[in-house]
């Protein structure tokens, strides 16, 4: 079966709307490179739609009703925002749910060290990654160092004209002969993916000049000491801002789009959708491209506890309201695709590989090879999704993760369909995925947010 491809449907006003959503989607690109800041925007955003914070309600002792937009936040890095419907909350949500986080290097608790007048930052690469990738490129650093009186230092280097920038270096090909005979894996090894960040000594000190001279700019300029990067969270991300590509500006290229291009869109309908029926939910969470582990991610207990709270406030007191909301529940798991690369078209199964621009993506099933460590969605629920969609008519295709026995990969929905809800896996085709620049296309980024909108709206006994 041929999908179409979205373009050819688009009237003007489709067009502009399009070029609106991606200047405020790469805004957001721009804004969030981190976790952290991609939590600090979703609120903002949130606020100026009338979200409230979910603690100060229940401080102030009025009960959750129909109406009432909330968010809470864990750690400063996983949101979930609720609109509250008419329907009881018991009967269920309608969920999206996407991460925030993407692969990148991470500095290490003892990271600072000199030799021959050169400084570093030692580092250890985060998710899956190509790390020869990540070798002579600027790089910027983003995060938070923490002082032992608590106070936060944020970090945002290498953004700004007017900042520096780091990078990994890499060895001249003159020299390379037997770099370039290792396997891809090996060519940069974890433990050399170090960052340059100085070579200027403090003058006339011979000996670990370099260091003190950036020492002297730590305190100065940034206002932390060395010793204080051992409560620090600085992440290493590509220096720049998310750019249109190609001479026709069809498409996006920036870091971090897995999965912040589902993350966005699915903020962006969850802001738009006003007057539910059936109560909505936003849940953006951290630690996805490491197994959904610690506080921040899927697996933990956060989520349970944020919709037990909703419901002690709503009047639902009996130990079995949590188990059968989220039971009846039904989520979007917003993660991005692989997208058809006709360069390395040997990796895909053509008839069921993702494209760009046909729209958004639906994984039935995620895994690897025999659909180990999958969520597979039921057949019903698939039949409900393709009603939803062409009732609405949204531009979508159906897709799995490469060619069986190549690879595979996994999301947040086999967690979230632990307590027997209906969840699939649903978002926008990437091209050179988890590369420290990704590229999607502007129409399926627009397919994506109209799929959300659609599903967001939909009542409990739509689906049956």
Same mark, same amino acid.
């Given at each position: +079966? ?12 489709? #067009? ?20 952290? =800041? ?10 100026? $739609? ?24 864990? +750690? ?13 909350? =018991? ?5 999206? &749910? ?13 990271? *600072?060290?000199?030799?021959? @007048?050169?400084? *570093? ?34 970090? %945002? ?8 920038? *780091?990078? /990994? ?5 003159? #020299? ?23 070579? $200027? ?32 969270? #600085? ?9 249109? +590509? ?28 006003? @007057? ?24 933990? $207990? ?7 709270? #909703? ?16 039971? $009846? ?22 008839? @069921? ?5 046909? &729209? ?11 659909? %180990?460590?999958? @969520?597979?969605?039921?057949? =019903?629920?698939? &039949? ?15 897709? =799995? ?7 595979? &990969? ?19 085709? /990437? ?34």
């Amino acid at each position: +079966m041929e999908r179409k491809y979205a373009w050819h449907e688009y009237s003007d006003a489709d #067009l502009q709307a399009i070029e609106t959503l991606s200047k405020e989607y790469m805004n957001f690109l721009d804004t969030g490179k981190t976790e952290r =800041e991609c939590i600090d925007e979703t609120i903002r955003q949130a606020e100026l $739609r009338g979200y409230k914070n979910l603690q100060d309600v229940l401080k102030s002792g009025n009960p959750i009703k129909a109406g009432d937009k909330v968010y809470a936040v864990h +750690m400063k890095k996983i949101i979930a925002l609720f609109n509250i419907g008419n329907e009881d909350l =018991e009967q269920g949500l309608n969920i999206l &749910g996407a991460h925030i986080d993407s692969p990148r290097l991470d500095v290490k608790q003892n990271p *600072f060290y000199e030799s021959e @007048n050169l400084a *570093f930052f030692d580092t250890h690469y985060y998710g899956g990654i190509k790390k020869y990738q990540w070798v002579a490129m600027p790089l910027a650093l983003h995060g938070v160092v923490v002082k032992k009186d608590g106070t936060v230092v944020p970090i %945002s280097i290498g953004e700004k004209d007017t900042d520096p920038v *780091f990078c /990994v270096t890499d060895l001249l090909p003159h #020299l390379g002969q037997e770099q370039m005979e290792k396997k891809a894996a090996k060519v940069i090894e974890g433990e050399n993916l170090d960052l340059l960040i100085g070579s $200027r000594p403090v003058k006339g000190e011979l000996k670990e000049g370099v260091t003190q001279f950036l020492q002297q700019i730590f305190e100065k300029e940034y206002n932390f000491s060395e010793e204080d990067l051992l409560s620090a969270e #600085l992440e290493i991300v590509p220096a720049g801002k998310a750019r249109e +590509m190609g001479f026709d500006r069809s498409m996006i290229i920036a870091y971090g789009q897995d999965d912040r291009v589902c993350a966005y869109t699915s903020l962006a309908a969850m802001l738009e959708v006003d @007057n539910v029926e059936r109560t909505t939910c936003t849940l953006l969470v951290d630690k996805e491209e490491i197994g959904s582990v610690g506080a921040t991610g899927m697996q933990s $207990r956060w989520f349970e506890n944020i919709v037990a709270e #909703l419901l002690e406030s709503a009047g639902h007191t009996s130990p079995l309201a949590v188990r059968r909301t989220l039971e $009846r529940s039904r989520m979007l798991s917003s993660d991005v695709s692989a997208g058809y690369d006709p360069l390395y078209a040997s990796a895909f199964e053509k008839k @069921n590989a993702a494209f760009l621009g046909k &729209g958004v993506v639906f994984n039935k099933f995620t895994g690897a090879r025999g659909k %180990s460590g999958s @969520n597979d969605a039921n057949a =019903e629920y698939m &039949g409900f999704i393709r009603r939803v969609m062409d009732d609405n008519k949204v531009a979508f295709q159906t897709a =799995e993760l490469g060619r069986v026995d190549l690879g595979g &990969g996994g999301t947040i929905a086999y967690i979230m369909a632990l307590y027997g809800m209906n969840v699939i896996d649903c978002g926008v085709a /990437v091209l050179s995925m988890h590369a420290p620049w990704e590229v999607t296309s502007k129409a399926d980024i627009y397919e994506a947010k109209k799929c959300y909108e659609a599903f967001l709206k939909t009542k409990g006994e739509d689906l049956v």
